[in-house]
């Protein structure tokens, strides 16, 4: 019997996972969500499943994972992975890299396509950007008046800035029309300032998390025109750090959440605290230094006028006179030196550059030059006459007259033609043959 070569399970179960890489590799995969496990060390395990078929999915990491959050039970969703086997296991796995509810794919689109509209039209260009203001007494902010959103801007801006007037313009974030809503609030907020409503200084767009249909109503045209056209600075704030709306590249400054659009907004009253601390110290170093120094002038100066008699002011100021005269006769002496020693090198200058001495260089130019086309040409004769020689030596060498002289003879025909064979001549042909020292006449006989 013949002995059957089997592979290991090992070798086949790599067989498998290579063909599954390699055949499949990445997908995108519709089902619904069941048996979910999020284990401490931050990866979920769950299956996705449809009516007939379900696989083992696996997202490591998922609190970085994008679409982490329409992961639950019963939630039916695109996942987009890597086709796998798990060898420890045997089991065919998809290692998911971002999830998604179904649908989201259409919001995504029409995502990119205003994005890239209001791109086009420069709403996000950087030198449309306004500065915050570096203390602002008043701040808006648009966003629910029942959000936890709202209730950590406050704690965080009372905490900062005590003196700080908040002005909130309600409206609902999420559902449809939201974004009505919101465009309307960002629009009054630019044109309050009575009575009643302090005009505000900064406005905060703010909503907390949620997935990308929650957020959806800032992805919407009406919003984005909103804020741009806000006339005061506008601090988008919607959703966590790894979510980004069209409000976020349409408003002056992003945050990556409510509270950090609290925190951006105004200093600390700490830090507030501490700058003008050393500022006051600072002030006060500057002014006390510029006190001395002018009492120290102030009492020199009465030393000074009070000090000195009139004789020795009157002495002081015929010396400082002698030193003006003779810095005076030292300048024009310089300056007279400066002028001799230009009209020197002009002198020079017009020596050497006389049209005499110009065309006696040139003069002596053309000589040099032709005493080297001279000695070019008689080298390049000299060179030719040995070339000359050595090819009538060669000739002489190789010429025919040599070759007959050295026992070689050619024979021509009547025609005068080399004779190079046999049947170049017939009977009763003249014939001369041509030796070293003469020609010899023969005829061709039978």
């Known amino acids: 019997m013949a002995e059957v070569k089997a592979i290991s399970v090992t070798q086949l179960a790599r067989r498998i996972r290579n063909l599954l890489e390699i055949q499949i590799g990445d997908v995108w995969v519709e089902g619904e969500i069941s048996n ?14 449809d009516q007939s078929s379900q696989i083992s999915c696996a997202m490591f990491g998922a609190g970085r994972r994008a679409g982490n959050e329409v992961i639950e039970d019963g939630a039916k969703v695109q996942i987009f992975g ?37 791109d086009r039209e420069g709403l996000f260009s950087q030198e449309r950007k306004r500065t915050l203001p570096s203390v602002p007494k008043v701040v808006g902010i648009v966003t629910s008046a ?55 200084e900064v406005l905060i767009v703010a909503r907390g998390g949620g997935s990308l249909e929650d957020l959806w109503n800032f992805n919407e045209e009406v919003v984005a025109r909103a804020i741009a056209d806000c006339p005061i600075p506008v601090i988008s704030a919607v959703g966590h750090e790894i979510d980004f709306t069209i409000s976020d590249f349409v408003a002056d400054l992003r945050a990556p959440t409510p509270s950090a659009a609290a925190e951006l907004v105004v200093p600390d009253q700490a830090e507030l605290r501490e700058r003008l601390v050393n500022l006051e ?26 000090s000195q008699s009139s004789e020795r002011k009157l002495q002081h100021q015929l010396f400082r006179i002698e030193g003006l005269k003779r810095e005076f006769c030292s300048a024009v002496e310089n300056s007279l030196r400066d002028r001799e020693r230009l009209v020197g090198n002009y002198h020079d200058n017009w020596d050497r550059y006389h049209p005499r001495e110009i065309l006696k260089r040139r003069d002596e130019k053309i000589k040099q030059l032709w005493n080297g086309f001279l000695l070019a040409c008689t080298h390049a004769l000299k060179v030719q006459e040995n070339r000359f020689e050595n090819l009538s030596s060669l000739l002489q060498v190789l010429g025919p007259g040599s ?44």
Request: hydrophobic content about 35%; some cysteine; proline content about 3%.
């Open 36 to 49: 979910l496990r999020k284990q401490g060390s931050g990866h979920w395990y769950f299956s996705l499943k």
């Open 82 to 118: 890597e086709a796998s086997f798990y060898e420890a296991r045997g089991s065919t796995q998809l290692i998911v890299k971002k999830a998604q509810a179904i649908g989201v794919g259409d919001l995504q689109a029409r995502f990119e396509a205003l994005k890239g509209k209001l």
């Open 146 to 200: 029942t959000g936890a959103a709202l209730q950590d801007m406050k704690n965080v801006l009372s905490r900062r800035a005590p003196w700080l007037t908040i002005v909130l313009f309600p409206t609902a974030v999420q559902g449809r029309g939201a974004e009505k809503g919101i465009a309307r609030a960002v629009r009054q907020a630019g044109q309050v300032g009575n009575d009643n409503t302090p005009q505000p």
């Open 281 to 306: 110290s600072r002030l006060r170093r500057v002014v006390e230094g510029r006190l001395d120094r002018l009492s120290d002038q102030l009492d020199y100066c009465e030393r000074s006028i009070f």
């Open 403 to 446: 070759i007959l002289k050295r026992g070689f003879s050619v024979t021509y025909g009547t025609d005068g033609k080399i004779v190079k064979s046999v049947k170049d001549v017939l009977p009763g042909d003249e014939l001369k043959t041509q030796v070293g020292d003469g020609t010899i006449e023969s005829l061709v006989s039978d």
